[in-house]
């Protein structure tokens, strides 16, 4: 089946938090939204026939999960990034900063140490400080090309760092500079956490959204010791445009961190009916969408990326390995944020994500969601670079 992502869906009369501010379907100059982490695409049709279906049903009461749904969850795994998970190793949330937070409090205690790589989703900050964690930032460095881990500092803070740091909070694929972590960063990331008895809690939510040729490699897969020291989340949220259906799952092989898991679960939202059953169909019949929805992706942000370095100087970005997100450096026009944000919004109609939203690193950067029609793409850029001519006439 062949699926039109230049279609333009009006997301408004469902209240979308990325369109709600618009105040009517898309026209040329309007206001133009591109932050939110969802796409503008209508997901696979093997979904939507699954949703039809439960909705004419018209009884919406307690239902239990379908047998075939943790299978689906597996086979995924397994055929796509090679994680051959048991089925009890899988619950679901409600979404995936939800089972960060359950993760976080089975693994901590209130004063523990949490380790993150800054820039990163805002979220990550807000979870370990509610859950009464210290917060210890491992600065991810640019090296010109792209962002690559600090292991060296890592180690370090593992010396300094009091109290002695007990879980690590990874993000893979990155939000928002878009690496897609190689095998041997991954193995050597490991190996230190090992080496200092650290846990593991990885967000994976954008593993299905890569660029061709690029390879995301699961923590599931880097041996059984690191295996039980860690807390792997997944969704199809990000990958089919589920996110409303509020329906994610977490891996967890440690039969005792599991135990603990559950019990502080209970009475915690384990995920929508609807969203499993939205899930499970994707999982079973929505590669060949996937895969046209990547090449789409693929497009945009080449487009854009191009556009970017040779039309809008000095603005920089580099090509994302995963995700539909652009880390577009602003520095080079000299604006304090606040004048940046603002000159985007009220001179260009432009909505992208503050840069400073994902901690330390984000100054001066916007986050930009190319998960839509490429002709908004092709209007971004060119609001962009009309909007740089402007202020180099000044």
């Known amino acids: 089946m062949k699926y039109d992502f230049n279609q333009f869906l009006d997301r408004r ?6 369109w709600n501010k618009n105040n009517r379907p898309y026209q040329k100059g309007d206001l133009l939204p591109m932050p939110v982490a969802d796409s503008d695409f209508a997901t696979c049709q093997p979904a939507i026939d699954a949703l039809k279906a439960y909705v004419e049903h018209g009884a919406y009461g307690y239902s239990t999960d379908r047998k075939s749904l943790i299978p689906a969850i597996q086979n995924w795994l397994s055929s796509r990034f090679g994680w051959q998970v048991e089925a009890d190793w899988i619950d679901f949330n409600s979404g995936v900063m939800d089972g960060c937070f359950s993760a976080l409090s089975v693994m901590t205690k209130p004063g523990d140490s949490v380790i993150i790589q800054n820039p990163v989703y ?9 859950s009464g964690c210290n917060i ?51 193995q050597k990331l490991t190996s230190i956490l090992l080496e ?10 954008h593993f299905d959204i890569l660029r061709s040729g690029v390879t995301h490699h699961t923590v599931g897969t880097l041996g059984p010791e690191i295996e039980q020291r860690m807390a792997v ?20 092989p440690n039969a005792e961190l599991r135990e603990k898991y559950k019990k502080f679960r209970i009475g915690r939202a384990g995920g929508n009916y609807m969203g499993k059953l939205a899930l499970e169909a994707c999982y079973t019949d929505g590669v060949e969408w996937l895969d046209q929805m990547n090449a789409h992706i693929d497009a945009n942000l080449t487009y854009m990326v191009q556009a970017i370095n040779t039309r809008c100087a000095p603005l920089k970005c580099v090509m994302p390995e995963g995700t539909y997100l652009l880390w577009i450096d602003c520095r080079g026009l000299k604006k304090s944020q606040p004048d940046l944000m603002k000159w985007l919004l009220e001179d260009l109609q432009l909505v992208f994500n503050d840069g400073t939203t994902f901690g330390e690193g984000g100054e001066g950067f916007i986050r930009v969601n190319v998960a839509c029609p490429h002709q908004l793409v092709e209007e971004a850029v060119e609001r962009l670079q009309a ?8």
């Open 196 to 205: 200092h008895d650290c846990y593991l809690i990885s967000d994976e939510i």
């Open 233 to 252: 989340m997944f969704a199809g949220s990000k990958t089919f445009n589920l996110a409303g259906l509020r329906t994610s799952y977490i891996v967890i």
């Open 387 to 394: 909007g740089i001519q402007k202020l180099n006439l000044k």
């Open 136 to 186: 210890v930032l491992n600065p991810l460095k640019f090296n010109g090309e792209r962002y690559e881990m600090d292991f060296e500092q890592l180690q370090s803070l593992f010396l300094t760092a009091q109290p002695k740091p007990k879980v690590f909070l990874l993000c893979s694929p990155h939000n928002a500079t878009g690496r897609v972590w190689s095998l041997e960063e991954l």
């Open 13 to 18: 009369p469902w209240n979308s938090s990325k």
């Open 122 to 130: 805002p979220p990550f900050y807000s979870n370990t400080k509610n």
